[in-house]
C-alpha cells in the first residue's frame, strides 16, 4: 500500500512537471472554458434561419399587415399564420412557432400620430440558443421596419417599440441555459484530448516501454497519469461555473454534493474515453484526431447543448442515451437552474458512472503489459 | 564462477513463425560484465526482454536474481536495472527530476530517494548536468543519465542493450569505465553490443549469429580458439596483387584485407616475416610490416562465417 501511493505519488509528480513544462496544456484547460463562455454568452451563436413565427394582429390594419409581410419578407422568419391569443400561446408549447409577434390595438393609429407604436415579441425561451438568435433576429428586424420608408410615410416616423419577452427565462440570460453545455462540452474535450495525448506521447517516446520495465502496475500507471487531470478538469469546471455565476448571474440553487459528484463521475468517463483512445492508437497524431472527434462531437452536438434532444429525430434521440456529456449537461441543469439534489439526480449519477465504469475498465483491459 | 545470478536454459522466442532467439543456454556470475554480441536483428534485445520479464518465452526457463522470468516477472523487475535501446527517459525533464521519477517508481521516497539520487548522480559522474533538460544533453552524458536511472535503486543486477549505440568514441570508453566500476563494485552487468571492440571489456562472450548462441567464452579463449596463430600486418601499396600468393605460402592460415592493411595469419610456430616481405614488394610497395594480435571481429567473421556454412549445409 504504501508502495502504491508512493508510486502514484512520483507519476502523478512527474505528469503536474510535464505540465508546468509545456503548459499548453493548462491554457486549454482553463482558458478555453472562460473565452468560451464569454464568446457564448455574449451572443456568437449558432447561424439559424427560416425561424418559425406566428403572429397575432389586434389592430387589422394596413400598417399591421404591412409589418407582418415585411417581417418574414426575409430568410430569417417564416409566417407560420395568424392566431388569436390561446392559439399563440399552444403554438409556442408544440413549437409550432418559435416567436409570436402581437401587434396591439391602435397600432396604425399611433404610427399615423407619430405616437410609440408598439410590437410585443413571446420567444420560447426553453432552448437557449434558439431564443437568443430570434430576439436579436427580431430585434433588427424591428428596428429595420422602423426607420422603413413604406411604413414611415403612414407615420411621422417615430420609432416602433419592440417589446421582447423570453418566456421560461424570464431575466432573459441565455449564458444562463449555456453554462451547462459549455461546462460538458470544454470538460470532454480538455480530459479526453489531454489524457489521450499524455498516454500516446508515453507509448511513442518509448517511455512506456520503460515503464514496463520496472515493477510499477498498470492501475498504478492509470491512476498515476490521471489524478491530475483530475485535479484540472475540476479546476475547470469551477472556473467556468464561476464566471457563469459572477459575469452572467448564473444561479446555484441545488446541491453543491450532487454537483461534485456529477463533475467527479463525468471526468472520470472522460479520462477513461482518453485513455481508451490512446491505448488503441498509440499515436499522439491519431490519438489526437479521434479525441477531439470523439468528444467535441457528441458532447456539442448530442448533449442538448445545441440542440434540444426532444427536437431530434428518433434516431439521434436514441444515439443520446449512451452520450455522457447529455447526462452531465441534463444534471448541470437540475443543479444549477432547478435547485436539484441527489435525490432527483440518481438517473444521472447512475448513467455517468456506468460509463466511467465501462470507460475506465475496457481501457485498463486493454492497457496490456507487453511491448509491441 | 561464484553462483549464477542469471541463468537461461534453452530459452527461446517465436514470433509467428520465425525464431527470433533459438534455444539459448548460458549463465552469468555476480559480479561479471558478460558482453553478449552479435548483429542487428541477432536476437540480442529479445533475449534482455526476456531476461527482464517483458517478454514471455516461448519456450525454455530463466531465472534472473534467483526469481523465473516467465513465473514471478514483477520481482525480477524489482531487481534489476534496465536501459533500453532506445533512448526512453523524459526529455522535457532534467537529470534530477528523471532520477527522481524512477527512484519513486522503485518505491524510493523522502531521505532515501535524495540519497539514491546523489549516489546514481555520483556514480555516473553528473553532477555537473543535474537540472540540465534530459533533450538538451549530448549523446554520451545522455546515455549517463539512462544509465543513472537504471542504477537509482541500485539493483544487483543491470542488463543494458546497445547503451553505446551513436555515441562517439570517447565518450564510449568512459561509459565503459563506468560500467568496469560497477562490476568492480559487485553489480552483474548484462550488456550488448555489436561493437566488437567493447567486447575486450567483457569477463565472458557470448556470440548470437540469427538467433543461435554459437560461441560463448572469455575473449581470450575465443580468440585462441577461432583465430588461432598469430598475424601479421602489412601496410603499403599495390598490396592486392600479391594475396593469393601470400596465402599458398606454408603455415598461412588466412589473407585478409584490412581497411588499407592486410593481415596474413601463419598457424602458431609457421610465422615467416621475410617471406611476406619478400612476396608483396614484388608487386607492389611494402611500407611497414608488424604482428597484430587478433581481434574479436576476427573472431566475429571466423564465427560468423562458420555459422553461414553450417547453415547452408
Ligand atoms: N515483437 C516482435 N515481433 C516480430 N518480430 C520481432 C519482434 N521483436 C523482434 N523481432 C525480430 O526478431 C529478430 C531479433 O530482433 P532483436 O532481438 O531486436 O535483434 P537485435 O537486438 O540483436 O538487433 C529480428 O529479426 C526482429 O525483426
Ligand atoms: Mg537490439
Redesign the pocket.
Given at each position: 500500500m504504501r508502495r502504491f501511493v508512493v508510486r502514484v505519488w512520483a507519476l502523478s509528480a512527474k505528469e503536474v512537471r510535464h505540465v508546468l513544462r509545456d503548459p499548453r496544456s493548462l491554457y486549454l484547460a482553463l482558458g478555453m472554458p472562460v473565452v468560451m463562455l464569454l464568446l457564448f454568452g455574449y451572443g456568437v451563436s449558432f447561424d439559424l434561419d427560416r425561424l418559425p413565427v406566428a403572429f397575432v394582429d389586434h389592430d387589422h390594419s394596413a400598417a399591421s399587415r404591412a409589418l407582418r409581410r415585411r417581417f418574414t419578407a426575409g430568410d430569417d422568419f417564416v409566417d407560420v399564420g395568424e392566431l388569436d391569443a390561446d392559439g399563440a400561446q399552444a403554438a409556442l408549447v408544440a413549437g409550432d412557432a418559435m416567436a409570436v409577434i402581437v401587434i396591439e390595438r391602435g397600432f396604425e393609429r399611433h404610427r399615423a400620430r407619430g405616437e410609440r407604436a408598439t410590437v410585443q415579441v413571446l420567444v420560447d425561451g426553453s432552448e437557449a440558443n434558439g431564443a437568443t438568435q430570434l430576439r436579436a433576429k427580431a430585434e433588427r428586424m424591428l428596428a429595420l421596419l422602423g426607420v422603413d420608408g413604406a411604413i414611415r410615410a403612414s407615420g411621422a416616423g417615430a420609432p416602433l417599440e419592440a417589446r421582447t419577452w423570453t418566456r421560461f427565462n424570464p431575466e432573459g440570460k441565455s449564458a444562463v441555459f449555456l453554462v451547462p453545455g459549455i461546462t460538458a462540452y470544454v470538460l470532454a474535450i480538455v480530459a479526453v484530448l489531454l489524457t489521450a495525448l499524455t498516454v500516446a506521447r508515453e507509448w511513442e517516446r518509448g517511455s512506456m516501454a520503460q515503464l514496463f520495465a520496472t515493477p510499477v502496475g498498470r492501475l498504478e500507471i492509470i491512476v498515476g497519469k490521471l489524478l491530475p487531470y483530475l485535479a484540472i478538469g475540476t479546476l475547470a469546471v469551477l472556473l467556468v461555473l464561476a464566471v457563469g455565476m459572477w459575469v452572467f448571474d448564473v444561479p446555484f440553487r441545488g446541491s453543491p454534493a450532487a454537483l461534485a459528484l456529477l463533475s467527479f463521475l463525468f471526468l472520470a468517463g472522460m479520462l477513461g474515453q482518453g485513455l481508451l483512445i490512446s491505448v488503441i492508437t498509440r499515436s499522439q497524431m491519431v490519438a489526437t484526431q479521434a479525441a477531439a472527434l470523439s468528444s467535441m462531437l457528441p458532447s456539442m452536438l448530442l448533449s442538448g447543448f445545441v440542440f434540444p434532444i426532444e427536437n431530434m429525430p428518433q434516431v439521434l434521440q436514441w444515439i443520446t442515451v449512451v452520450i455522457p456529456a447529455r447526462y452531465f449537461v441534463e444534471g448541470l441543469r437540475g443543479v444549477l437552474l432547478r435547485g436539484n439534489g441527489l435525490a432527483e439526480l440518481w438517473p444521472e449519477l447512475l448513467a455517468l458512472s456506468v460509463f466511467a465504469l465501462v470507460a475506465l475498465g475496457v481501457s485498463t483491459a486493454r492497457f496490456q503489459r507487453t511491448?509491441? | 564462477m561464484s553462483a549464477p545470478v542469471i541463468e537461461a536454459r534453452a530459452l527461446r522466442k517465436e514470433?509467428?513463425g520465425?525464431v527470433?532467439?533459438d534455444d539459448v543456454t548460458f549463465e552469468v556470475g555476480r559480479g561479471e560484465i558478460f558482453g553478449y554480441l552479435?548483429?542487428?536483428?541477432?536476437?540480442?534485445?529479445?533475449?534482455i526482454r526476456m531476461l527482464c520479464g517483458l517478454m514471455a518465452p516461448s519456450g525454455g526457463a530463466a531465472t534472473v536474481a534467483g526469481h523465473d522470468v516467465a513465473l514471478a516477472p514483477m520481482r525480477v523487475k524489482g531487481a534489476i536495472g534496465y536501459m533500453s535501446?532506445r533512448f526512453s527517459l523524459y526529455r522535457d525533464l532534467d537529470a534530477d527530476h528523471n532520477l527522481e521519477f524512477f527512484g519513486g517508481i522503485y518505491g524510493l521516497s523522502g531521505k532515501a530517494l535524495t540519497r539514491a539520487i546523489e549516489r546514481a548522480i555520483e556514480r555516473t559522474g553528473l553532477s555537473a548536468h543535474r537540472r540540465e533538460v534530459a533533450s538538451s544533453l549530448p549523446g554520451g552524458i545522455r546515455q549517463r543519465l539512462a544509465l543513472a536511472c537504471a542504477l537509482v535503486h541500485e539493483p544487483a543486477i543491470v542488463f543494458l542493450?546497445e547503451p553505446t549505440a551513436g555515441v562517439d568514441p570517447a565518450s564510449r570508453r568512459d561509459f565503459w569505465s563506468l560500467i568496469r566500476e560497477l562490476a568492480r563494485a559487485g553489480t552483474t552487468v548484462f550488456v550488448?553490443t555489436h561493437y566488437m571492440d567493447e567486447a575486450e571489456y567483457c569477463a565472458r562472450i557470448g556470440l548470437?549469429v540469427d538467433?543461435r548462441l554459437v560461441a560463448l567464452d572469455t575473449p581470450r579463449a575465443l580468440k585462441a580458439r577461432y583465430v588461432p596463430g598469430t598475424s601479421l600486418a602489412i601496410s603499403g601499396r599495390g598490396l592486392d596483387g600479391a594475396m593469393a600468393e601470400a596465402a599458398a605460402l606454408p603455415g598461412v592460415l588466412a589473407v585478409e584485407p584490412f581497411g588499407a592493411r592486410v593481415h596474413v595469419r601463419f598457424r602458431e610456430g609457421a610465422l615467416d616475416e621475410a617471406a611476406v616481405r619478400t612476396i608483396f614488394s614484388r608487386e607492389g610497395r611494402v611500407d611497414r610490416v608488424e604482428p597484430v594480435e587478433a581481434s574479436l571481429e576476427d573472431v566475429f567473421l571466423a564465427v560468423a562465417g562458420e555459422g553461414a556454412k553450417e547453415a547452408a549445409a
Open positions: 511491448i509491441a | 514470433f509467428g520465425f527470433a532467439v552479435g548483429a542487428n536483428g541477432a536476437g540480442k534485445s529479445t533475449t535501446q542493450d550488448t548470437m538467433g
